[in-house]
């Protein structure tokens, strides 16, 4: 291989660090070696698309799902090959790929492991691999402070998460595919490209990242009661026999709000707003996995 990249949140850590990371890339066969360190995920696309300029062949992220999903966002389409090594806190793109939090383990699949095109979601422009939100999600998201997360790991988002239970619903409406499916009050809207979302909490039970659809669910719980019911529904049973929760399928969803809240992709945060467009790009990225 002639050229391997690598894009680090040098804030974030697994095993040995970056420098165990370097060692084990280099006892590779390979020709250069593209190294770009960012101080946070904001700054990670630029320096992926410099990897891609520059004609990386593998290109590693190390980092947590915001990184991952930087890199992801400048990348698709693009044909690139994309290495996950998951030293963030969550990992859910990781998790649901079956890449374990195991520095050389990470770095073999990268190099051995099979090459599978992954769907993107896209959200008012922007690519994500795991899921977008708007509402109770968004809300958890943004407001999950980074001291709690190194402190509790993925306990700072059940933490967070209860604190946000009950929180006022939004009248809501929801076309898919050019069809109206939902109008009311809503507490959350998701839009899934795998199964298991943040906090680990399993969304979309029959959810494939290569199928070529987007997951569609809407929350209609309304109390801190009846958000428990449908998160013990979620842990214990399938997702869609709650009587608070709506799923389906689609290619391109609209979301109209009757005020602005702030959505998410990926954990991620982004601005408030009152309209969300999505839509999937099949085989968006190609991913290395087990």
């Given amino acids: 291989m002639r050229k391997v990249a690598v894009i680090a949140h040098r804030k974030k850590t697994l095993g040995g660090g970056l420098d165990e990371l370097r060692r084990r890339i280099t006892d590779r066969d390979i020709g250069e070696l593209l190294w770009y360190e960012v101080p946070k995920s904001k700054k990670a696309p630029k320096q992926a698309r410099k990897a891609l300029e520059a004609g990386a062949e593998l290109i590693f992220v190390w980092g947590g799902d915001g990184t991952v999903q930087r890199c992801v966002d400048a990348l698709a389409g693009t044909g690139a090959v994309l290495a996950v090594v998951p030293a963030g806190t969550a990992n859910l793109l990781a998790r649901n790929l079956d890449i374990p939090e195991d520095l050389e383990e990470a770095v073999r699949i990268g190099f051995e492991g099979h090459r599978k095109p992954l769907d993107l979601g896209r959200i008012n422009g922007e690519h994500f691999a795991i899921m977008a939100g708007v509402g109770f999600d968004a809300d958890m998201a943004a407001d999950v402070d980074g001291g709690l997360k190194r402190r509790l790991g993925r306990l700072a988002y059940v933490w967070t998460g209860l604190r946000h239970a009950g929180d006022t619903t939004t009248p809501t409406r929801i076309t898919i595919d050019g069809v109206k499916w939902f109008s009311g009050e809503a507490g959350c809207v998701l839009l899934g490209n795998v199964g298991t979302i943040t906090g680990g909490i399993e969304a979309f039970d029959d959810a494939r990242p290569d199928d070529g659809w987007l997951e ?43 005020v602005p809240r702030t959505y998410e992709l990926d954990g991620g945060a982004r601005d408030r707003a009152t309209k969300l467009k999505a839509d999937i790009l099949p085989g968006g990225i190609t991913v290395c996995v087990p």
Avoid: C, H, N, Y
């Fill in 216 to 258: 569609v669910g809407v929350a209609t719980a309304r109390s801190r009661l009846e958000w428990g019911r449908l998160l013990g529904q979620m842990a214990t049973g399938r997702s869609d026999e709650s009587p608070f929760v709506r799923i389906t399928r689609a290619r391109k969803v609209t979301i109209r709000l009757a």
